[in-house]
């Protein structure tokens, strides 16, 4: 017997692990003072916090302390990135380039952007979500500011080529960006080895809590500039002034380190529930077809599309399971999912997408309790579909 409801949307967030929480407790009623505050002990109790936090960051991705910003989480991160950069370097530089199926915390500021007068470039992908890099290299101009890329896609879990990415950029003294969040603390994730100038990502994605991000700016020479979002009190490198949330901070560096030390425990464990959960959907849900990089996906991304099912109708008949259509993003709106439309799917089928997210707390029980349900609720709608003929194979 499973305990219901049965969670396994851990790309939308994932629960703040209980250690995590117990890290911060003490941050919200014995160690409160501001780390601005240096002049006395609750100031300095809560400053040496924050810096353990940063330090605790660096231990999971490298870099050094001063290269780690916190901020308010990924989407803000992704702002500060692209349009600092974009502000600092618009006399000389007004060209930012990203990937189609970049997440709208990324989309969306390249928009703004572009209505602001900047050119931008979106580059395509190919059937699995991958852009060329050779592509990318391609569409590299004397004016390129900054190009963006994310490292695990949200909704597909394919991962890019950033290395060979970084290698292109930096010969032609292009800064290169990232949007880790789905990636930092699910698979290993070293800026350095990737060679990015900028990395964003959020404390809930690997089981810290909400409201708290961090941008990572490289620090070696040459120094990139940023123009700020918000301006005030100088806080983090004067690029995100703001009395800065210790309890979250410190809860973000607790998530951080716990991550280090069981990336390879949980990414197993994901990978194993993920391809149970594959399997048995393969086996009693004729037709599934899997979207994404076979092999070069996040270990707990399992995202499907079936035919003749609406995924909205299969949602909302999966009551005592949670699990996404798409981005937790963009699920109020009815548009199909804009990365599968990239990887060639049509709407129907895109339509026909459910995006299960696996974690660190999921269970064996659970997966096979859920492809019960899934291969039951799609049977039964595709049944009261008269436009839907069974395939004679799987995908």
């Given at each position: 017997?499973?305990?219901?409801?049965?969670?396994?949307?851990?790309?939308?967030?994932?629960?703040?692990?209980?250690?995590?929480?117990?890290?911060?407790?003490?941050?919200?009623?014995?160690i409160?003072?501001?780390?601005?505050?240096?002049n006395?002990?609750?100031?300095?109790e809560?400053?040496?916090?924050?810096?353990?936090?940063?330090?605790?960051?660096?231990?999971?991705?490298?870099?050094?302390?001063?290269?780690?910003?916190?901020n308010?989480?990924?989407?803000?991160?992704?702002?500060?990135?692209?349009?600092g950069?974009?502000?600092a370097?618009?006399?000389?530089?007004d060209?930012?380039?990203?990937?189609v199926?970049?997440?709208?915390?990324?989309?969306?500021?390249?928009?703004?952007?572009?209505?602001?007068?900047?050119?931008?470039?979106?580059?395509?992908?190919d059937?699995?979500?991958?852009?060329?890099?050779?592509?990318?290299?391609?569409?590299l101009?004397?004016?390129?500011a900054?190009v963006s890329?994310m490292?695990?896609?949200?909704?597909?879990?394919?991962?890019?080529?950033?290395?060979?990415?970084a290698?292109?950029?930096?010969?032609?003294?292009?800064?290169?960006?990232t949007?880790?969040?789905?990636?930092?603390?699910?698979?290993p994730?070293?800026?350095?080895?990737?060679?990015?100038?900028?990395?964003?990502?959020?404390g809930?994605?690997?089981?810290?809590?909400?409201?708290?991000?961090?941008?990572?700016?490289?620090?070696?020479?040459?120094?990139i500039?940023?123009?700020?979002?918000?301006e005030?009190?100088?806080q983090e490198?004067?690029?995100?002034?703001?009395?800065?949330?210790?309890?979250?901070?410190?809860?973000?560096?607790?998530?951080c380190?716990?991550?280090?030390?069981?990336?390879?425990?949980?990414?197993?464990?994901?990978?194993?529930?993920?391809?149970?959960?594959?399997?048995?959907?393969?086996?009693r849900?004729?037709?599934l077809?899997?979207?994404?990089?076979?092999?070069?996906?996040?270990?707990?991304?399992?995202?499907?599309?079936?035919?003749?099912?609406?995924?909205?109708a299969?949602?909302?008949?999966l009551?005592?399971?949670a699990?996404?259509?798409?981005?937790?993003?963009?699920?109020?709106?009815?548009?199909?999912s804009?990365?599968?439309?990239a990887?060639?799917?049509?709407?129907?089928l895109?339509?026909?997408?459910?995006?299960?997210?696996?974690?660190?707390?999921?269970?064996g029980?659970?997966?096979?309790?859920?492809i019960?349900?899934?291969?039951?609720?799609?049977?039964?709608?595709?049944?009261?579909?008269?436009a839907?003929?069974?395939?004679?194979?799987?995908?």
């Amino acid at each position: 017997m499973v305990a219901l409801p049965i969670y396994l949307d851990n790309h939308a967030t994932t629960r703040t692990d209980p250690r995590v929480v117990t890290a911060m407790l003490p941050y919200f009623t014995d160690i409160y003072g501001n780390p601005a505050s240096s002049n006395h002990r609750f100031g300095q109790e809560a400053a040496a916090a924050v810096a353990t936090a940063r330090a605790q960051v660096v231990g999971l991705i490298g870099a050094q302390p001063a290269s780690i910003n916190f901020n308010s989480g990924d989407t803000e991160s992704n702002n500060l990135a692209l349009k600092g950069v974009a502000w600092a370097l618009r006399a000389r530089r007004d060209h930012p380039v990203a990937v189609v199926t970049e997440h709208h915390a990324v989309l969306d500021p390249l928009a703004r952007l572009q209505r602001d007068g900047f050119q931008v470039t979106l580059l395509p992908v190919d059937e699995h979500g991958r852009v060329d890099p050779q592509a990318v290299a391609a569409a590299l101009t004397p004016r390129t500011a900054l190009v963006s890329v994310m490292l695990a896609n949200n909704e597909i879990g394919t991962l890019q080529p950033l290395a060979v990415i970084a290698e292109q950029c930096a010969a032609a003294g292009v800064l290169l960006h990232t949007d880790a969040a789905q990636a930092v603390g699910k698979t290993p994730v070293a800026v350095d080895d990737l060679g990015v100038d900028l990395l964003s990502f959020s404390g809930h994605k690997l089981y810290g809590p909400k409201g708290i991000g961090v941008l990572y700016i490289r620090k070696r020479s040459p120094r990139i500039r940023l123009v700020p979002l918000q301006e005030g009190g100088g806080q983090e490198h004067n690029l995100r002034s703001g009395t800065l949330p210790v309890p979250l901070i410190v809860g973000l560096g607790a998530a951080c380190a716990l991550a280090k030390v069981e990336l390879a425990a949980d990414a197993a464990h994901a990978a194993g529930l993920r391809d149970r959960l594959e399997q048995g959907l393969r086996q009693r849900v004729p037709g599934l077809v899997v979207n994404g990089h076979p092999t070069d996906r996040l270990p707990g991304n399992l995202n499907v599309s079936i035919p003749g099912v609406q995924g909205e109708a299969l949602l909302l008949a999966l009551k005592d399971v949670a699990v996404s259509s798409g981005s937790a993003c963009t699920t109020a709106s009815r548009e199909s999912s804009h990365v599968l439309r990239a990887i060639g799917r049509d709407v129907e089928l895109a339509e026909a997408s459910l995006r299960f997210g696996v974690g660190r707390f999921n269970t064996g029980a659970e997966i096979d309790w859920v492809i019960e349900q899934v291969a039951r609720e799609a049977a039964r709608l595709r049944s009261m579909s008269a436009a839907f003929a069974t395939p004679t194979s799987a995908d």
